[in-house]
Every structure is written in C-alpha cells, then in structure tokens.
C-alpha cells in the first residue's frame, strides 16, 4: 500500500504529503463506484429484458422442447441478476476496505 501512496505522492507533484495522496485514493475509490453502479444499473436494466423476453418466449412456445429451452435460458437470466446485485453491493465494500487500509498505514 505504501507503494500506491508514493507513486500517488509522486504523481500529485513535488511536496505534496500523504494526505493529498489519500485524497487522491478516495477520489478514485469514489469514481470507482459511480462507474460501478453506472454499468450495473445498464446491465441489471438490460439483464431483466432479456427475462421478460425469456419469459414471452416461454409462454408462446408452440413445442415442449422451445418452453424448456426458454425455462432454461430464463434461469441462467435470474442467476446473472443475482449475480450483478452481489457485485453492486460487494463494490462499495471492497472500495472501503481499501480506504480504511489505506488510512489506517498513514496513522
């Protein structure tokens, strides 16, 4: 972690310290989870039109073999939701983490 304050350091310019460092870390952790909730939101939205569509499919099927085919698809939709809802909460958490790491080695 020393390693990322110091190139961060070194990044910010000369006499900068390490709290302009840690500020620049959590600047970063914070464009980390705007960017992360954008692109989750867009997929989430995304992921649940492909359901309705599984699920149109599903119940307009004309043979037994296309509504399990649907079922199937559909399942593999709802696990891919559940999916990105533990990534969206696992992300703030994660970027915390490493905020609370980052100010608990400046201490």
Do not use: H
């Not at 304050?5 to 705007?34: E, M």
């Not at 569509?53 to 593999?76: C, P, V």
């Not at 994660?94 to 608990?104: D, E, G, L, S």
């Amino acid at each position: 972690m020393n390693f990322i304050k110091n190139l961060l350091a070194d990044d910010l310019g000369a006499g900068t310290g390490l709290s302009s460092a840690n500020d620049a870390i959590k600047g970063i952790a914070k464009q980390i989870n705007t960017i992360a909730s954008t692109i989750f939101g867009v997929l989430i939205i995304g992921m649940v039109g492909v359901a309705v569509y599984l699920a149109f499919k599903m119940f307009t099927a004309s043979t037994e073999d296309k509504r399990k085919n649907a079922k199937g698809q559909m399942i593999y939709a709802i696990i891919g939701v559940v999916v990105l809802i533990i990534f969206l909460i696992l992300t703030p958490v994660i970027t915390n983490a490493i905020n609370q790491a980052m100010t608990n080695t400046t201490k």
